[in-house]
C-alpha cells in the first residue's frame, strides 16, 4: 500500500511541476546605436506558425505574413509619434524565429516610450512577453502578458 501511495504522489507532483512551467515566452529587444535603432524579435517557432497561419495562406512570403502579424500586435510611440518598421530579416532556429527590424525614427532623445504587444496571446494564455529597452545608457525591461499588455518607458533627461 506504501509503494502506491509513494507512486501516486510521485505522479501529482511530477504533473504538476510541468504545468506550473508550462509557459511561453516572445523576447523583444530595443536598442539604439548611434542614429540606427533596431528592434530584435525572438518567438517560439511553432506558436507563431500556428498564429500565422489563420491568415497567412503563401508561406513563400513568409516575411509578409511575418509583418502583417507583428503590426498588428506590437506597436511602439515615442514621444507621441508611432514609427514604421522596417523588415531587415528572419532566422529560423530548431524552436526559435528570430525577426530583425529597424525602427524608423530618431528615438536617441525620446523621453517616452509607449508599449503595446499582445503576440501570440491567441496562442497561449501563459504566454510571457518580455521588452527591453537598451536607450540612453539604460537597460530596463518589462513583462507584458494577458492581464498587461501595454506598458509605457519614461526616461529623464540629462
Known sequence: M???????MLTFLFSWDVQAHDFKLGY???KSREKITSLFVRFDREDLLKSISVSCKDYNKL???????LNKHFYLVFD???PSLRYIEHQFTEDFIELTYEIEIDCRDAR???VFNNCLLEA???QQNIVEFNLHGQKRSFRLNKDRIQTTVEYKKD
Open 63 to 69: 516575411r509578409n505574413c511575418f509583418e502583417a502579424y
Open 2 to 8: 506504501k509503494v502506491i501511495k509513494v507512486c501516486f
Open 124 to 126: 497561449s494564455t501563459r
Open 112 to 114: 517616452r516610450i509607449e
Open 28 to 30: 523583444f529587444e530595443v
Open 80 to 82: 507621441g509619434d508611432r
